[in-house]
């Protein structure tokens, strides 16, 4: 049988079966879906950092339309 596993960002390595045991099975099924689909996309480093910011300056935006922050939800 073969063990998968996936690497933290610490380099421990963690069983897919430990993740299901703690009910993280399906966030570990949409995160290994992910990876996937940006290898797929065959990205250099460039293109890489690239994505990732703007994926970054992306998710500050909806942050603070979501908490109110937005200008047209702002008083003067």
């Known amino acids: 049988m073969v063990s998968v596993s996936v690497v933290q960002v610490t380099g421990h390595f ?5 993740l299901e045991r ?9 995160l290994l879906e992910l990876v996937r689909r940006v290898r ?8 890489y950092i690239c994505l990732k910011y703007i994926i970054l300056l ?9 908490c109110g922050n937005s200008p ?4 003067s």
Do not use: H, P, Y
Not at 14 to 18: G, M, P, R, T, W
Not at 22 to 30: F, I, K, N
Not at 40 to 47: C, F, G, S, V, Y
């Open 14 to 18: 963690v069983s897919v079966a430990i």
């Open 72 to 75: 047209a939800t702002q008083s």
């Open 58 to 66: 992306n998710s500050g935006t909806q942050l603070a339309l979501s």
């Open 40 to 47: 797929q996309l065959r990205l250099d480093a460039n293109e």
């Open 22 to 30: 703690v009910g993280l099975g399906a966030l570990c099924d949409q």
